[in-house]
């Protein structure tokens, strides 16, 4: 049976050409997951929780291999595999519409960056063309699979920026006008657009209209988040009140490098933590291509926010100073978990680096951030860091490599050693040596750094006392936390007061680490005589 999927608007399926029947909401949900990862085993517990998100039923074991087997009848018993720890979908690549879309954008962007602005706009324009609506319409119109759907649309954004960055790049800017209006009315908090319908008026020779866009985008940036344009907006302001000819189309765009700086988003909960935050998040940008640090915090009243404000202007200048790029907001908020989340949104950020409340997963502020932030989100215990090493306990699920990744970015930034902690025995009586070779050559392959590998007893209290010395411990969160907390070893260690703690929730975009396919996994709360 030949079949067909499509993502990229409401869930569908082509059995031999002619629509699958996929039922109701969570069994659409449970093909959405593992399509969404296709090629990669999705473990049981992982489906149950994507599916149920809160307050899974007692028999979500029994229902999820009913919804199983009544795919199985309508789409062929080959579609969806068992393989422990769960269930693999393996499509063909022209049978997804979301890898056609990924390739297509991709090779378009590749095609801009260099200079080949007519076949990269085809691309693009052929990509975008695969959308029939939002993302898994139907299914996160129940209230399922909401972040996965928003992560897709935002995918759908940036390559429609970059086809009109393109289009741009070809002289269609009269075309432009019209679409860069309704597109920053959509989405008014996003600057890239706002910066292209300001070039694209200025070429049409609407200077006025240009600089009114700035004037209007400066006080919705202010007025929502308390935050000030970005360097691009700013500078494209200027270049077009002096008319520089690098705005012309005929003359190079003067620091392009701007379109593709990445954010780092410091979200202090309390503000004092903002300055250790900071600690870590310098290294973080000082390496791996153009980065900046949003730094932020919220206040509980208006009385408040003047000597907020007052204390992150006085940190950003201290970065500024330290030739870190850095921008700095405090606002008002009576939900700060969703607001700042929404900020990373909005900012584009990859990482949000935010301090542990007293009460970790009890407080609503993390809660909120750690469930609707897309990007990685760290959540920092601190502690004292003169310690020689990042030390990053590696188990080998997925959520560990977003650790590992994000612990060799910091010790390539700080200029420290980085060692990867395994056990020294799993439930075969094999030592996690060759798990931390293959982990090690990974990260040597995408970051240039070497990871010692160290073999610790699996056990809680062996893992703090191999981590005492450490600079930074980074630790990854399991896609379990929402029911099962954060876990005997992760607690021990945020509560081990020699080191700064990262806890590490991965976000919904793709690993750069791990591997296609799963590998044996270790525990540290499993002795060898269990």
Known sequence: MSTEFRVLGPLEALADGRPAKLGGSRRRAVLAVLLLQSGQVVSTSRLIDQVWAEDPPDTAVNLLQGYVSDLRKELGRDTIETQEPGYVVRVDHDSLDLHRFEQLASDGAELLDRGRAEDAAALLREALGLWRGLALADVADDGLLTTAAARLDELRLVALERRIAADLACGRHAELVGELEALTADHPLRERPRAMQMLALYRCGRQADALAE?????????????????????????????????????????????????????????????????????????????????????????????????????????????????????????????????????????????????????????????????????????????GEAVIVPFAGAEHDWSAVELGAWFALGAGKPLRLAGASIGFSGADASRLLASASLAVQRAFGVDAEPMLVEPAPESLVEATRDAALVVVGLTDRWRREGIGHARAALAASPHHPTLLVRRGLRPGGLGPRSSETQFTWTVGPNR
């Open 214 to 386: 700035y004037r209007a985008a400066r006080e919705t940036l202010v007025e929502e988040l308390g935050i000030e344009p970005a360097a691009e907006l700013q500078e494209i302001q200027r270049a077009i009140l002096r008319h520089d000819p690098a705005l012309d189309l005929e003359a190079p765009r003067r620091r392009e490098s701007t379109l593709g700086m990445r954010t780092v988003l410091v979200a202090a909960l309390e503000l004092e933590a903002a300055a250790a935050l900071l600690r870590l998040a310098e290294p973080l940008v000082k390496v791996a291509g153009p980065r900046e640090i949003v730094v932020a915090s919220t206040v509980g009243n208006a009385d408040a926010l003047a000597t907020a404000s007052a204390h992150l202007r006085t940190l950003r200048e201290e970065l500024t100073a330290r030739g870190v790029d850095g921008r700095a907001a405090a606002f008002t908020s009576v939900m700060p978990g969703a607001d700042l989340s929404r900020l990373a949104v909005d900012q584009e950020a990859e990482l949000v680096l935010v301090d542990a409340p007293d009460r970790l997963l009890e407080d609503t502020r993390l809660l909120t951030l750690l469930e609707d932030a897309p990007c990685d989100v760290a959540v920092m215990v601190d502690g004292d860091t003169a």
